[in-house]
T-cell receptor, first 112, second 111 residues
Framework: GENVEQHPSTLSVQEGDSAVIKCTYS??????FPWYKQELGKRPQLIID?????GEKKDQRIAVTLNKTAKHFSLHITETQPEDSAVYFC???????????FGPGTRLSVLP | DAGITQSPRHKVTETGTPVTLRCHQT?????MYWYRQDPGHGLRLIHY???????DKGEVSDGYSVSRSKTEDFLLTLESATSSQTSVYFC??????????FGPGTRLTVT
């Protein structure tokens, strides 16, 4: 089955700097890759996603890139703000089309 | 937030007792999921459903059962709760080929 790895497990950046979180997946048939942000005590919230027919997608300060050949995708956050501090999860939807496998998460801390 | 509710939101129970968690959606989505979230393990799939009375096991299904008698409701049952089942449980929903959205979660403590 699908396996998703995520790095780094923790990341600290200064406010205003950029943050990058990387994920790799194992199943070349996976075709949808969402990113979730989870604040302490709250539910995971979908922040951006990308499908396998697209190489990059951007929404204001966040962007996601996908390299299908290498089977990895990354989340980029620019001009980080303290409210970006949270745990971020990547996921891949498996080749049966409806199950999602999650990475272990990255705890991002944005220092003022 | 998508129309997903979970009940109860918090529960403390004793080892060996049965526990049922409820997930209710108002989106009429076909797919529903139960995950557990533990420190260091991220989100792990327990069971999922792809339609009324259609369910299947996930990665960590031992000790759990599910039922879905209506499109809008997906129940997770711990037949005999153990301390290892202390966790935060999230329900999620998804339409065919669509995004997945999470409910607010249930914090379960088994003493």
């Amino acid at each position: 089955g699908e396996n998703v790895e995520q790095h780094p497990s923790t990341l600290s950046v200064q406010e205003g700097d950029s943050a990058v979180i990387k994920c790799t997946y194992s199943d070349s048939a996976s075709n949808y890759f969402p990113w979730y942000k989870q604040e302490l005590g709250k539910r995971p919230q979908l922040i951006i996603d990308i499908r396998s027919n697209v190489g990059e997608k951007k929404d204001q300060r966040i962007a996601v890139t996908l390299n299908k050949t290498a089977k990895h995708f990354s989340l980029h956050i620019t001009e980080t703000q303290p409210e970006d501090s949270a745990v971020y999860f990547c996921a891949a939807r498996d080749n049966y089309g409806q199950n999602f496998v999650f990475g272990p998460g990255t705890r991002l801390s944005v220092l003022p | 937030d998508a129309g997903i509710t979970q009940s109860p939101r918090h529960k403390v129970t004793e080892t060996g007792t049965p526990v049922t968690l409820r997930c209710h959606q108002t989106e009429n989505h076909r797919y529903m999921y139960w995950y557990r979230q533990d420190p260091g393990h991220g989100l792990r799939l327990i069971h999922y459903s792809y339609g009324v009375k259609d369910t299947d096991k996930g990665e960590v299904s031992d000790g759990y059962s599910v039922s879905r008698s209506k499109t809008e409701d997906f129940l997770l049952t711990l037949e005999s709760a153990t301390s290892s089942q202390t966790s935060v449980y999230f329900c999620a929903i998804s339409g065919q080929g669509r995004e997945q959205y999470f409910g607010p979660g249930t914090r379960l403590t088994v003493t």
